[in-house]
């Protein structure tokens, strides 16, 4: 079955620590998206990326970094200039911006971050 | 920037009987999408229903539908005949139509509870 993959499950951080969280698709989508969630705050963007080789910054992006070497892939860095890193994070992809870009955003099960 | 949102925290129905969950947005723009997703406790992020600006006629899903204002900029869900199921955090997103902007700005979401 096609879909999107989170690993791992739980994550937990020590200070001064990065972190990397993992995203694979075999959707064949172009576009893939990095979401943090608090509580009561909904879901606010992190990073995204259209292509290959290529990403932006999302509404929160500081303290994160992402890179897209693959079409599959799309790996998040949870760095310690993150001073408040715990949260769940939740990574999505859509077929793109081009073609059929109002196509819905398909999401993985999600991380959960937590500081030791 | 886009704002989009729920003013309901959360809502109570019981089974077998209708709720609305009402999202409001904000946005200059004339083309766009709307969408409503669902989180039960396993905390995916699953798609209820899709709107296009450009369609005056609310989408249908089974159960679920929606009444779309372009007008009053508002977008609200309607769940007929309740199911246990149907218990969930529910998210109102925007997603803009231009070719530029791929991201969805979520609500803060409304907790519903579905009681015998």
């Known amino acids: 079955d096609g879909g999107i993959t989170q690993s791992p499950k739980y994550l937990f951080r020590k200070e001064g620590q990065n972190v990397t969280l993992s995203c694979e698709q075999n959707?064949?989508?172009?576009?893939m998206y990095w979401y943090r969630q608090d509580p009561g705050q909904g879901l606010r963007l992190i990073y995204y990326?259209?292509?290959?080789?290529?990403?932006q910054k999302g509404d929160i992006a500081e303290g994160y970094s992402v890179s897209r070497e693959k079409k599959e892939s799309f790996p998040l860095t949870v760095t310690s200039a993150q001073k408040n890193p715990t949260a769940f994070y939740l990574c999505?992809?859509?077929?793109?911006?081009?073609f059929g870009f109002g196509q819905p955003q398909h999401f993985g099960d999600g991380t959960r971050l937590s500081i030791l | 920037a886009q704002t989009v949102t729920q003013s309901q925290p959360e809502m109570s129905v019981q089974e077998a009987e209708t709720v609305t969950l009402s999202c409001t947005y904000d946005?200059?723009?004339?083309?766009?999408?709307l969408f409503w997703y669902k989180q039960p406790p396993s905390r995916q992020m699953i798609l209820v229903i899709r709107?296009?600006?450009?369609?005056?006629q609310n989408a249908t899903e089974n159960r679920f539908s929606v009444n779309f204002q372009k007008a009053a900029k508002s977008f609200s869900l309607k769940i007929s005949d309740s199911q246990l199921g149907d218990a969930a955090m529910y998210f109102c997103?925007?997603?803009?139509?231009?070719?530029?902007?791929?991201?969805?700005?979520f609500g803060t979401g409304t907790r519903l509870q579905v009681t015998l």
């Open positions: 999505a992809s859509s077929i793109g911006t081009g």
């Open positions: 959707l064949n989508h172009d576009a």
């Open positions: 990326s259209q292509i290959v080789n290529d990403f």
């Open positions: 946005t200059s723009e004339s083309d766009y999408y």
């Open positions: 709107q296009e600006a450009y369609k005056q």
């Open positions: 997103a925007y997603r803009s139509g231009g070719g530029t902007a791929s991201k969805l700005t």
